[in-house]
T-cell receptor, first 112, second 110 residues
Framework: DAGITQSPRHKVTETGTPVTLRCHQT?????MYWYRQDPGHGLRLIHY???????DKGEVSDGYSVSRSKTEDFLLTLESATSSQTSVYFC???????????FGPGTRLTVT | DAKTTQPNSMESNEEEPVHLPCNHS???????IHWYRQLPSQGPEYVIH???SNVNNRMASLAIAEDRKSSTLILHRATLRDAAVYYC???????????FGTGTRLTIIP
């Protein structure tokens, strides 16, 4: 299994509070991604990174920011959580020129 | 991005082959066909991918129509562990991103 961990695995927070989710990899892969998954939907890309300090928006980036200060860590921040951000969040990694993405175990976030 | 169409759900008996269809009539010449699956309570995992020719690996086979407007993922002998949601995804050769649809939920009957 690819070395990807996500923390925390579960979190309950209140509306309006900031939340940061962490994705950590031990594979030294160039690309890192954050997705969210909601009932009735496949995974939707929030943000991705193609190198340290290099990030770009995905299809559902509003309300989220990301940072990547070192190769192994990709942080997803909800500046002010809303109930619509209740979801399961998956991190993924892939190498340069690679054809597959490896996914982490997910973080279940509940915003009350 | 070109879209894919998959049945919402399918059932198959254990130890029998399973054919999961995917239509992608607007596929472009540089789109690869990727399949991922998501087991319950897990992140997706890569299954197989191809461009034009049929492909085999230890998990499955991918049969691609000659006009590339459809493809079929073949599980040769389904086990209970193959129960999952299977996603067919088109990925342009120069694009590092994946666009997931809603996939096919495969149920394996013991």
């Amino acid at each position: 299994d690819a070395g990807i961990t996500q923390s925390p695995r579960h979190k309950v927070t209140e509306t309006g509070t900031p939340v940061t989710l962490r994705c950590h990899q031990t594979e030294n892969h160039r690309y890192m991604y954050w997705y969210r998954q909601d009932p009735g939907h496949g995974l939707r890309l929030i943000h991705y990174s193609y190198g340290v300090k290099d990030t770009d928006k995905g299809e559902v980036s509003d309300g989220y920011s990301v940072s990547r200060s070192k190769t192994e860590d990709f942080l997803l921040t909800l500046e002010s959580a809303t109930s619509s951000q209740t979801s399961v969040y998956f991190c993924a990694i892939s190498g340069f020129g690679a054809y597959e993405q490896y996914f982490g175990p997910g973080t279940r976030l509940t915003v009350t | 991005d070109a879209k894919t169409t998959q049945p919402n759900s399918m059932e198959s008996n254990e130890e029998e082959p399973v054919h999961l269809p995917c239509n992608h009539s607007t596929i472009s010449g540089t789109d690869y066909i990727h399949w991922y699956r998501q087991l319950p309570s897990q992140g997706p995992e890569y299954v197989i991918h191809g461009l034009t020719s049929n492909v085999n690996n230890r998990m499955a086979s991918l049969a691609i129509a000659e006009d590339r407007k459809s493809s079929t993922l073949i599980l040769h002998r389904a086990t209970l562990r193959d129960a999952a949601v299977y996603y067919c995804i088109l990925r342009d050769a120069g694009n590092e991103k994946l666009t997931f649809g809603t996939g096919t939920r495969l149920t394996i009957i013991p």
